[in-house]
């Protein structure tokens, strides 16, 4: 374990850094690196709770890990298993900017490599329109539906070079990378999960918490004067304010039982990636117990009516009905969690399941009762970019390389 003050790029660390498959988890403000596995966590996920925590990290630690920490994944359905473990060895760098240039956007990508599309947009309105009728009948008022990209590549994806241009174009949120591998299948074949996510779940340090949950989005135009248009109007749009204040009100009423006090602002701001505009509000707390960790904060949390819709169970079961693949570790979760209980947990979106030479991305979209289909089809599109630009700037780098 090694816990380092050195202040350097995100892109600089992790072009230096040997194996960033286990664990990578780039903040604003730090990149943690973590190789190894010390010790795997099972439990039930009810049973992660800060007693539990505590004790794995105390036990690692009386085992000769001196400053253990744990880190992981869960997927959206937080009843299936998790990804986590203490790791045999870890960095944490605090960091400056990320100064390079960023790569340039291709969006031909579709002329490369052999994508299908589960489901087809054509069915993806359908159950859109299926979305919003069940909402107009009652029992639920948001529902969040995704669609999935699978993409064959002439050859396997770098990780580490994915993970590159995906820091080069999110400096300010938070890129992911683990090794989410089954490794009682027989052929055990590697699979990462790899993303750049804008949206942090929960931070914890001390008493002091934070969450920043986005709803609401439009995608970005590369015309200056259309992009701040489309500011505008996201920043004015009923329908998007309403799906916006669905989820602060579920936030704060998760993280109201273990704080003295939870602060906000009753209006969102905006947030923008190289894709996309989102609705965004922080939400600050102040807990009552130091000691709750914050694994156990994000599991209060999650699902958010960010990714899974409102009322939960209902939203969840229409999932099931309309979707027609297993989001696995998308809208799941992903960080960590110190011997203090501080940490950082973000919500795994614009991400991909790289395995051998196929790819899978995901995106998805609030449905409210007033939601267009075509519309909710077009910001999928937009938030596909994310993955998709850094992928094709991959290609198009080797291409160039064996020109």
Same mark, same amino acid.
């Given at each position: 374990?090694?816990?380092?003050?050195?202040?350097?790029?995100?892109?600089?660390?992790?072009?230096?850094?040997?194996?960033?498959?286990?664990?990578?988890?780039?903040?604003?403000?730090?990149?943690?690196?973590?190789?190894?596995?010390?010790?795997?966590?099972?439990?039930?996920?009810?049973?992660?709770?800060?007693?539990?925590?505590?004790?794995?990290?105390?036990?690692?630690?009386?085992?000769?890990?001196?400053?253990?920490?744990?880190?992981?994944?869960?997927?959206?359905?937080?009843?299936?298993?998790?990804?986590?473990?203490?790791?045999?060895?870890?960095?944490?760098?605090?960091?400056?900017?990320?100064?390079?240039?960023?790569?340039?956007?291709?969006?031909?990508?579709?002329?490369?490599?052999?994508?299908?599309?589960?489901?087809?947009?054509?069915?993806?309105?359908?159950?859109?329109?299926?979305?919003?009728?069940?909402?107009?009948?009652?029992?639920?008022?948001?529902?969040?539906?995704?669609?999935?990209?699978?993409?064959?590549?002439?050859?396997?994806?770098?990780?580490?070079?994915?993970?590159?241009?995906?820091?080069?174009?999110?400096?300010?949120?938070?890129?992911?990378?683990?090794?989410?591998?089954?490794?009682?299948?027989?052929?055990?074949?590697?699979?990462?999960?790899?993303?750049?996510?804008?949206?942090?779940?929960?931070?914890?340090?001390?008493?002091?918490?934070?969450?920043?949950?986005?709803?609401?989005?439009?995608?970005?135009? /590369? +015309?200056?004067?259309?992009? *701040? #248009?489309? @500011?505008?109007?996201?920043?004015?749009?009923?329908?998007? =304010?309403?799906?916006?204040?669905?989820?602060?009100?579920?936030?704060?009423?998760?993280?109201?039982?273990?704080?003295?006090?939870?602060?906000?602002?009753?209006?969102?701001?905006?947030?923008?990636?190289?894709?996309?505009?989102?609705?965004?509000?922080?939400?600050?707390?102040?807990?009552?117990?130091?000691?709750?960790?914050?694994?156990?904060?994000?599991?209060?949390?999650?699902?958010?009516?960010?990714?899974?819709?409102?009322?939960?169970?209902?939203?969840?079961?229409?999932?099931?009905?309309?979707?027609?693949?297993?989001?696995?570790?998308?809208?799941?979760?992903?960080?960590?969690?110190?011997?203090?209980?501080?940490?950082?947990?973000?919500?795994?979106?614009?991400?991909?399941?790289?395995?051998?030479?196929?790819?899978?991305?995901?995106?998805?979209?609030?449905?409210? /009762? +007033?939601?267009?289909?075509? *519309? #909710?089809? @077009?910001?999928?599109?937009?938030?596909?970019?994310?993955? =998709?630009?850094?992928?094709?700037?991959?290609?198009?780098?080797?291409?160039?390389?064996?020109?």
């Amino acid at each position: 374990m090694n816990k380092t003050d050195l202040l350097r790029s995100n892109c600089e660390i992790l072009k230096e850094s040997k194996d960033c498959r286990y664990f990578f988890f780039d903040s604003p403000s730090q990149t943690i690196i973590a190789e190894g596995e010390f010790a795997k966590i099972k439990c039930s996920p009810d049973q992660y709770n800060t007693k539990i925590v505590k004790e794995y990290l105390k036990r690692a630690q009386e085992l000769g890990n001196e400053n253990p920490i744990i880190v992981g994944a869960f997927q959206f359905d937080k009843t299936k298993n998790a990804k986590l473990f203490i790791p045999s060895e870890y960095k944490i760098y605090n960091r400056l900017d990320n100064k390079l240039s960023k790569s340039t956007v291709f969006n031909n990508f579709m002329n490369d490599f052999h994508i299908e599309p589960i489901p087809t947009p054509a069915e993806y309105i359908e159950g859109v329109r299926k979305g919003i009728e069940k909402i107009k009948t009652g029992g639920l008022e948001k529902v969040v539906l995704s669609r999935s990209l699978k993409i064959d590549t002439p050859k396997k994806i770098d990780s580490k070079q994915l993970l590159l241009k995906l820091l080069e174009g999110n400096s300010d949120g938070y890129t992911y990378s683990m090794d989410i591998s089954d490794k009682n299948e027989v052929q055990n074949k590697e699979k990462i999960l790899i993303g750049s996510s804008p949206e942090l779940l929960i931070s914890k340090k001390g008493i002091n918490i934070i969450s920043t949950p986005l709803a609401g989005s439009r995608p970005r135009k /590369k +015309d200056k004067l259309e992009d *701040e #248009e489309m @500011a505008r109007e996201l920043l004015t749009s009923p329908k998007d =304010l309403k799906e916006h204040n669905f989820v602060v009100e579920a936030i704060v009423n998760a993280i109201r039982p273990f704080c003295s006090e939870v602060n906000y602002s009753k209006k969102p701001s905006l947030l923008n990636t190289e894709t996309m505009w989102h609705l965004s509000t922080e939400i600050q707390g102040k807990l009552l117990n130091p000691n709750v960790t914050s694994l156990e904060l994000a599991l209060a949390l999650h699902p958010t009516p960010a990714v899974c819709g409102t009322k939960t169970d209902n939203a969840k079961q229409l999932i099931k009905e309309i979707e027609q693949f297993d989001r696995n570790f998308f809208t799941g979760m992903i960080g960590w969690c110190d011997m203090n209980g501080d940490g950082e947990w973000v919500v795994t979106i614009r991400c991909a399941e790289l395995e051998e030479n196929v790819i899978k991305i995901y995106a998805g979209a609030g449905i409210v /009762k +007033d939601s267009i289909p075509e *519309e #909710e089809l @077009a910001e999928t599109n937009a938030k596909f970019q994310t993955m =998709l630009n850094a992928i094709q700037s991959i290609n198009k780098g080797a291409e160039n390389n064996n020109a």
